[in-house]
């Protein structure tokens, strides 16, 4: 039975979100919204107040309490009617915002969010499993809502946790098939709402990774898992030295753990097929380091 919270400012997003949850035809789905991420901090992360404050700060209302009631109240009287009765209670208690024992997605507009991202991702997941809202089937799904024009470069983005970026005005079938292969996970689902179209194509993919050495000859880079000597590779290096990227081709040597990150590899890559001007290119960022 998954779990979605949506983090939403505007009324008219937030509303067409809930309803495109609802289109996704899953009888178990639950969400439930907030108008920022700070009354959702508040709701499901409430401060710990110490102890003996709380006893100090009790003990001194009743003590109150009771000096008024001694005051005020006629010796004979009859006791005082409550305010509420325990029917108005229940109602109350159910007209509340729910709150779900595990969160599986969170569904958030950038803008309701304080400071960058990545940092309030991070303190997301740690807030939940410190107050035990964590989801125990997989990790924690999110899909980020934000405008294209807002001139933030995709790649300040990037967060492992971050499963997708959906931009606005939100297209309805792209909501729906991205976040109904999202809640599936890890297992697969027929699409619903888009299909794919068999293509016969050769394309290029590529990922973001950390150089942790350079050299005349050739260059190393940290990644999660070891790669296979002799397999091909395209980098694409932004020196400061230079005014274009820096496009170089180049085939593993070796992969070792690294020294200094116990879950990672050290990658050494050798050139290959590199001409003068881009030698000079490296031989000049080097200069630089």
């Known amino acids: ?103 599986h997605m969170i569904i958030f507009a950038l803008d309701c969010i304080e400071g960058k991202s990545s940092p309030w991702i991070d303190k997301i997941k740690q807030e939940m499993r410190k107050h035990g809202c964590y989801p125990t089937s997989g990790p924690l799904r999110t899909v980020m809502l934000k405008y294209e024009d807002d001139n933030i470069a995709k790649v300040d983005l990037l967060h492992p946790n971050l499963d997708d970026v959906i931009f606005l005005p939100i297209d309805r079938l792209i909501f729906l098939q991205k976040l109904q292969i999202l809640l599936a996970l890890p297992k697969s689902v027929s699409p619903s709402f888009l299909f794919n179209q068999e293509v016969q194509q050769s394309i290029e993919i590529s990922k973001i990774v950390k150089m942790d050495r350079l050299s005349d000859v050739g260059l190393a880079i940290r990644n999660p898992v070891s790669l296979k000597k002799g397999t091909p590779a395209k980098f694409y290096i932004n020196f400061e030295s230079a005014k274009e990227s820096l496009e170089i081709r180049g085939k593993v040597l070796r992969s070792e753990p690294h020294p200094d990150f116990p879950d990672q590899f050290l990658v050494y890559f050798a050139y290959f097929g590199m001409n003068k001007n881009e030698l000079t290119t490296v031989r000049l960022a080097l200069a630089k380091f």
């Open 1 to 103: 039975m998954p779990n979605a919270v949506i983090l939403v400012e505007d009324v008219r997003i937030r509303q067409q979100v809930e309803q495109f949850l609802g289109q996704l035809g899953m009888d178990d789905l639950n969400h439930t919204s907030f108008d920022s991420a700070a009354a959702f901090e508040a709701h499901y992360f409430p401060e710990e107040k110490p102890a003996k404050d709380n006893n100090v700060a009790t003990n001194t209302q009743a003590n109150e309490t009771k000096a008024e009631t001694a005051l005020d109240t006629p010796p004979e009287s009859a006791p005082p009617t409550p305010t509420a009765s325990s029917e108005q209670n229940e109602k109350e208690e159910e007209g509340a915002i729910v709150r779900f024992s595990e969160i």
